[in-house]
């Protein structure tokens, strides 16, 4: 920059006298010109007024010296800018560069594996060089129409689940690694495309004593008297997927607070902790169709995160009939799991999922 204003200063300088000179002989031409046009008017004009446009002519003719111009300056006096660059200056740049600057054949870390969520995608990545020791992992995410990527992760996990995903539309993502000590990032994973098939989970609307975000995935137990469950919008949660409750906040605990998924809406229960369905209360107990298990979770806490996943136990030839259903249910919170089977009367492909809370405070994301 200071070298910059240097050129700048010595530029305006010297363009002066150039400018001037510049000045004059353009006013010189356009004296020359209107004179010209002047004689030629005289020599075409009526015979009456030729002798007194002539002398006019004449006058300023002898007046104007056309053949007059300015001193321009000799190519020695005009300066020439040249930059110096000291020898030993670009021996220290070279050492630096060798010292920063790394060239790889491909990036230390790549996508690796795309996982379909109800509203989001499940990103996995790996490290390819073995050599390359990572302390911080970026993920970043577009629309396959959007022309700018933006951080969606930023830490030390190989996985992380981007949610606000629109069904059935192609997003682009690509990841990155930061050595160990440094603090520059390495170059860009290849760009891969992941998309997911799944609708978001979504609380219902209007219930009272629970206030909803703009997309319905986030529920919050408000200050109203009013309690009651509040129930998915669908049955949208599928046995073989994975269902995943996230404690936001937390309020006063009950034991009557539930989360949980069950066969259908039944209006007129404060709790999950009825028959067709099952739940975890805030303080880590399991129940199974009302029924209190012996096995229990840790306490549910601010930041917690509580899965159920299930898959179905086949009975027989009439499980699909209306005889006995049987599902494997796994609860996990805490890093502790429960593992039972839930006997139902009827087939149940796809369930709803609901909470309770029996005071204000707390707040639930779904996907």
Same mark, same amino acid.
């Given at each position: ?83 110096? &660059? ?6 220290? #740049?070279? @050492?630096?560069?060798?010292?920063? !600057?790394?060239?790889? *054949?491909?990036? =230390? ?102 206030? &909803? ?6 529920? #919050?137990? @408000?200050?109203?008297?009013?309690? !009651?469950?509040?129930? *998915?919008?669908? =049955? ?132």
């Amino acid at each position: 920059m200071s070298l910059l204003q240097e050129v700048d200063a010595i530029e305006q300088d010297s363009i002066k006298p150039l400018d001037e000179c510049q000045k004059l002989i353009e006013h010189g031409v356009s004296t020359a010109d209107d004179l010209l046009r002047e004689g030629e008017s005289a020599v075409h004009g009526d015979v009456g007024q030729q002798n007194e446009k002539l002398c006019s002519f004449t006058k300023k003719a002898l007046h104007i010296q056309l053949d007059s111009l300015p001193e321009v300056p000799s190519l020695v006096d005009v300066p020439c800018l040249s930059a110096q &660059l000291d020898d030993c200056l670009l021996t220290i #740049l070279k @050492n630096q560069i060798f010292r920063h !600057g790394t060239v790889a *054949s491909r990036p =230390p870390v790549q996508l690796e594996e795309f996982v379909e969520k109800p509203g989001g995608i499940l990103v996995r990545w790996c490290k390819v060089d073995d050599d390359f020791i990572p302390q911080d992992y970026r993920l970043q995410y577009r629309k396959s129409t959007a022309s700018h990527f933006e951080d969606v992760y930023v830490g030390s996990e190989t996985e992380f689940i981007v949610l606000h995903i629109d069904p059935n539309v192609d997003y682009q993502f690509r990841v990155c690694a930061r050595g160990d000590g440094r603090q520059e990032w390495s170059p860009w994973s290849v760009p891969q495309i992941g998309r997911t098939t799944l609708v978001p989970h979504e609380w219902t609307a209007g219930l009272e004593g629970y206030s &909803l975000s703009s997309r319905r995935n986030i529920a #919050l137990r @408000n200050d109203s008297q009013s309690c !009651g469950v509040l129930y *998915s919008k669908a =049955p949208t949660y599928f046995c073989g997927q994975t269902l995943t409750f996230r404690i936001e906040t937390v309020g006063q605990p009950d034991r009557r607070d539930s989360l949980g998924v069950c066969v259908e809406q039944q209006n007129g229960y404060d709790s999950l902790q009825r028959d067709k369905a099952v739940c975890i209360s805030t303080n880590g107990a399991v129940f199974v169709n009302g029924k209190e298990m012996t096995n229990q979770l840790p306490a549910v806490t601010s930041g917690s995160t509580v899965t159920f996943d299930m898959e179905v136990v086949q009975l027989g030839p009439s499980s699909n009939e209306g005889g006995n259903f049987k599902l494997r249910v796994t609860i996990s919170s805490n890093n502790r799991e429960v593992v039972f089977d839930w006997v139902l009367d009827q087939c149940c492909v796809s369930l709803y999922f609901g909470c309770s809370f029996s005071y204000p405070g707390w707040k639930v994301l779904v996907f």
